[in-house]
């Protein structure tokens, strides 16, 4: 697990973008994870500066709302479009969200199908919710868990609060990628900013792996780089050893001193 504290959620985002970008550059036709939420949306602003031709990327959304009218402005579908396929770029005919080929029974295991048809995601974002959550993998969902219906656990519902009309407005279903899912994709980005996600980013980076904390799953996973501002990393213990940024440098061999 790679760690980068970095003053704040621009500096966050030009990381995440960089990381994004030196993929594309060799995988131009790179299957990307993406996420929705606030989290990512300096990592969009900062990928769209690049400047890339990232009209060969293919996109698989981590997550839906269920009960939510088509075209409402707060779907995933909706977000996806206007916050990161208009800004970069991207051939909407390479974007999925779960549920866009029809929101029935069928919907969770062909996108699950779907991502695997496309050889995996390459590089998934994510985000984390102050539960713990990743995409909506609720707490007490299986690590293993592959994308399917779930329902919304109350406080995510509160979270996301703020994007409607009111509580009630909120759904109270999605599709998701399962845990199992975004285990599957070979490098994983997560971000998180502000004070209120540093217990979720402490319990999920150095707690104990357990289903209590979905984040906690990403400790499972031999590609993780984790972008934090110095609030959201408050709570680690151990980010100067376990967690320290990049590879740490071998030392150099000691020279054995003449004995006495
Ligand atoms: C949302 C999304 C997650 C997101 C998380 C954090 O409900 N389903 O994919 O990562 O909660 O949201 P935000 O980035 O707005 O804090």
Redesign the pocket.
């Known amino acids: 697990m790679r760690l980068h504290v970095v003053p704040d959620r621009a500096a966050a985002g030009a990381v995440a973008a960089r990381e994004i970008a030196r993929e594309v550059r060799t995988h131009p036709d790179l299957v990307l994870g993406v996420?929705?939420?606030?989290?990512p949306v300096t990592t969009w602003a900062a990928l769209a500066a690049c400047g890339l031709d990232l009209t060969r990327v293919r996109a698989f959304a981590?997550?839906e709302y269920l009960d939510i009218p088509d075209g409402h402005p707060e779907s995933y579908s909706a977000v996806v479009e206007r916050e990161i396929v208009r800004p970069l770029g991207l051939d909407p005919a390479r974007v999925r969200t779960p549920g866009d080929d029809g929101k029935d029974a069928g919907a969770p295991e062909r996108y699950e199908r779907d991502i695997a048809a496309a050889g995996g995601v390459h590089l998934q974002i994510?985000?984390?919710?102050r539960n713990g959550?990743i995409?909506?993998n609720e707490p007490g969902s299986s690590l293993a868990s592959p994308c399917r219906v779930t329902r919304l656990a109350a406080q995510?519902r509160r979270d996301?609060a703020r994007f409607f009309a009111s509580l009630d407005d909120v759904p109270t279903h999605c599709i998701t990628q399962g845990i199992g899912t975004i285990l599957r994709a070979r490098r994983l980005v997560l971000l998180a900013f502000g004070a209120q996600k540093a217990d979720a980013v402490a319990a999920a980076l150095e707690g104990p792996v357990t289903s209590t904390v979905p984040g906690s799953a990403l400790q499972l996973h031999p590609d993780v780089t984790v972008i934090l501002d110095g609030e959201a990393a408050a709570g680690l213990a151990h980010s100067e050893t376990v967690l320290a940024g990049g590879p740490i440098p071998f030392p150099a061999p000691r020279v054995a001193s003449p004995s006495p």
């Open positions: 996420a929705t939420g606030s989290t981590l997550d994510l985000g984390i919710g959550h995409a909506f995510t996301n």
